[in-house]
């Protein structure tokens, strides 16, 4: 009998193995090729989680999981996947058929005929269809285009498949900025004077500025990132600029639903990751500062945020976590807070959903926030993946910046084009999280401009400011305008 087939047998029609046995099928040549060495750790890893799993009666592995989105998110969903033994499906559009994130998925089905290229990826009936008819158990939805959709998280469910986020109740409720800004209340978070509902009316918004004096701010209701989000101050700027944000919240999210809130003069922007389970566990895994933004878009972040007072730390993440548990959050989630100049801290929102600035987290605490996020899906308990929040510590310091595809000297336009040549940054502590980052790709007019995301973390600030710093000054790109904020460095 071969070594295959003598360290093998069939459980429950899951492959056994042991560890040892594993190791030696690998390097006496039982696998082949890379493709056979990932079929066969899927095996192992399948087993294993078969013989060590809680018995809970929530408790049901992810055997392939589908990602409702493209690029780099894509790309990270899958390594993490393909580091547990799970199998990935990538979706994509008509004018995505080259894209990397295809490539990268073992998978890979096209949505949205016909449709325009954004809409392609919010149709929530083709992905649904997809990932039935390829008995997909589970569906990411990375950032943007579906994340926060609760009607998305609810299809999902009606269909048995399940959401890698939290119930669709309460990506609902964190989506509506308005009712979790009640929500917070409630949990004696402070917030920042606002509209206790969407206004209806630009008569609306003109009694909240005579009542609470300008500046003021126009925000989506049913979405972030910038979009929808406009500064009014003074009165003949109203008009024009609730307009403004009417039509960029509608175009972005579907619904132009604004609120209003009284705009806080050069606060620093703080966010604290949380994460909770099915069982009504919560830990957060500290704070990040994405205080440097243009046109409200972060562009930098770091990770713990720096000169932060102590005390100020626990209170953000205290209210992070009882805000959580109050609504029962489950899976990994943002908590934004913006603080004034005094150091008091108000609550401004809730991202239900992977950010895209998760990676300074995981390199400062060594915790894989998309692992973490799979396992809690399949029914774990943070304890019981060793996620307590005695055993959460910052190690060192990391820093973010996003390489665009912009111009700078078009008041950063995006631009567009073939990659010509492109020469990566490389070296101890850089890490690079991209899909289009190479030569021969093509940079789309369709979707957002990030290339890629280049992650420097060292044992403090100085030592990841000056490694990210190096890194950027190694990359050489021609054929399309790049654009990076340094500001921070300088």
Do not use: W
């Not at 269909?159 to 669709?168: K, L």
């Not at 919560?282 to 500062?289: G, Q, T």
């Not at 953000?316 to 100049?341: C, R």
């Amino acid at each position: 009998m071969s070594l295959a087939a003598s360290s093998t047998s069939n459980v429950g029609g899951v492959i056994e193995m042991q560890p040892t046995e594993f190791r030696m099928l690998v390097y006496f040549g039982g696998v082949k090729n890379g493709l056979g060495l990932l079929a066969l750790r899927r095996a192992y890893l399948l087993s294993r989680s078969a013989h060590t799993s809680p018995q809970t009666l929530e408790y049901r592995p992810i055997k392939k999981v589908m990602v409702a989105n493209r690029g780099e998110i894509a790309i990270r969903v899958f390594r993490a996947c393909t580091e547990l033994g799970i199998r990935t499906v990538a979706v994509y559009s008509e004018q995505d058929t080259g894209q990397m994130h295809r490539q990268k998925a073992d998978e890979a089905y096209l949505i949205g005929k016909g449709l325009p290229p954004v809409t392609a990826y919010l149709h929530i009936p083709d992905i649904i269809k997809v990932a039935k008819e390829n008995n997909v158990d589970a569906i990411h939805p990375g950032y943007g285009f579906l994340s926060e959709r609760s009607d998305f998280a609810q299809a999902c469910e009606d269909a048995g498949v399940r959401f890698v986020g939290p119930s669709p109740e309460v990506v609902r409720k964190m989506g509506d900025k308005v009712e979790a800004r009640a929500l917070a209340i409630q949990a004696g978070v402070p917030v920042v004077p606002g509209t206790d509902a969407p206004i209806s009316s630009l008569q609306e918004a003109q009694e909240f500025a005579k009542t609470y004096g300008f500046p003021i701010i126009f925000k989506a209701a049913y979405g972030g990132g910038g979009r929808g989000m406009r500064v009014v101050r003074e009165y003949e700027e109203l008009e024009e600029n609730y307009q403004r944000a009417y039509s960029e919240a509608l175009a972005a999210f579907g619904n132009g639903a604004l609120f209003v809130e009284k705009f806080i003069e050069k606060p620093r922007h703080i966010e604290v990751q949380i994460l909770g389970d099915k069982y009504g566990n919560v830990i957060h895994l500290y704070e990040r500062d994405c205080s440097i933004q243009r046109r409200h878009q972060k562009v930098v972040e770091i990770a713990p945020a720096a000169q932060l007072d102590p005390q100020l730390r626990d209170k953000l993440t205290s209210d992070s976590v009882n805000l959580a548990k109050q609504v029962g959050y489950e899976n990994a989630g943002t908590v934004e807070f913006l603080v004034d100049k005094h150091g008091k801290h108000y609550f401004i929102e809730v991202n239900s959903r992977l950010q895209v600035e998760h990676t300074v987290t995981e390199e400062i605490t060594d915790v894989d926030l998309v692992h973490a996020q799979l396992r809690v899906c399949e029914g774990r308990s943070l304890p019981e993946l060793g996620l307590k929040q005695d055993k959460i510590k910052i190690n060192g310091c990391a820093i973010q910046c996003r390489v665009t595809t912009e111009d700078p000297a078009r008041g950063f336009q995006p631009d567009t084009g073939r990659i010509e040549v492109f020469r990566s940054a490389e070296g101890m502590g850089i890490r690079l999280d991209s899909a289009s980052a190479f030569q021969g790709a093509l940079i789309s007019p369709h979707y957002d401009s990030l290339l890629v995301k280049v992650i420097a973390s060292g044992k403090d600030l100085p030592t990841a400011a000056s490694k990210m710093l190096r890194a950027l000054a190694e990359f050489r790109i021609r054929g399309v305008k790049v654009g990076v904020c340094t500001g921070l460095f300088v």
